[in-house]
């Protein structure tokens, strides 16, 4: 199904330790452009999480009604906790021409992909296991074996990565993020883009 919206719609997936929030954290703070989608989730709050920044923090219940109303673009259950995408914020913001970035699992990912076919899916791949296991392990937030189960389930979400537009290894982060706002930059001046962003020229011109 397509969907249009003057503004872009961006899906970035990653495992755990893959240095996606990092990045995309970077890009927002260097691109005033794109605004980050908040999510749902039922999980307990991580060190300096607020609740409306980072996530909105909600119960399972609460949770299942907004499900039963059909409220979420998408949602998955995730290393046993839910998550979610406010449908009515994200359509708000990209009808006004906002950018708007989602930090998503693989299955959320697909999810959008099938409701928005425009949408820019972008994966990012660690350089190796090894790395991924030093980065979740100096991260100090998990015990040993949520760790490893975190890497088993890796496994199964870098096979996902085919199903992406754009692949950004994350070995260098200052290369990674000049590769992701290269993405964003392209996006950007794509025919259809820009004719949804700049539909007066478009009609002046006679190209709309």
């Known amino acids: 199904m397509s969907t249009q919206f003057p503004g872009n719609l961006f899906v970035v997936a990653a495992p755990s330790g893959a240095g996606k929030s990092t990045l995309v954290n970077a ?18 709050p ?22 039963d109303r059909g409220e979420f673009l998408e949602w998955a259950e995730v290393h046993g906790n839910l998550y979610g ?3 009515r914020w994200l359509e708000q913001r990209m009808s006004d021409g906002t950018d708007v970035l989602l930090e998503i699992d693989w299955q959320g990912a697909a999810q959008v ?3 928005f076919d ?7 791949l660690p350089p190796s ?26 496994r199964v ?3 996902q990565a085919r199903n992406f537009d754009f692949i950004i290894l994350n070995q260098d982060f200052t290369h990674a993020l ?28 006679g190209i709309l």
Do not use: W
């Not at 890009?27 to 005033?32: K, R």
């Not at 296991?129 to 890796?154: G, Q």
């Not at 290269?182 to 002046?204: G, I, K, N």
């Open 46 to 67: 991580r060190g300096a999480e607020v609740d409306g920044r980072d996530y909105v923090f909600i119960g399972r219940d609460e949770f299942q009604h907004h499900i």
């Open 27 to 44: 890009l927002l703070g260097c691109d005033p452009r794109i605004q980050l989608s908040v999510s749902f989730t039922t999980r307990a």
């Open 85 to 87: 995408t406010s449908r």
């Open 157 to 159: 979400e870098l096979a």
């Open 118 to 124: 425009n949408a820019v899916m972008i994966f990012i």
């Open 178 to 205: 000049d590769d992701l706002r290269q993405v964003v930059a392209a996006q950007r001046l794509r025919y259809a883009a820009q004719r949804l962003s700049h539909p007066e020229v478009f009609r002046a011109l």
């Open 129 to 154: 296991f090894e790395e991924l296991r030093r980065r979740l392990t100096n991260r100090a937030e998990d015990s040993a074996e949520v760790i490893e189960s975190r890497l088993r389930e890796a």
């Open 113 to 115: 992909k099938a409701q």
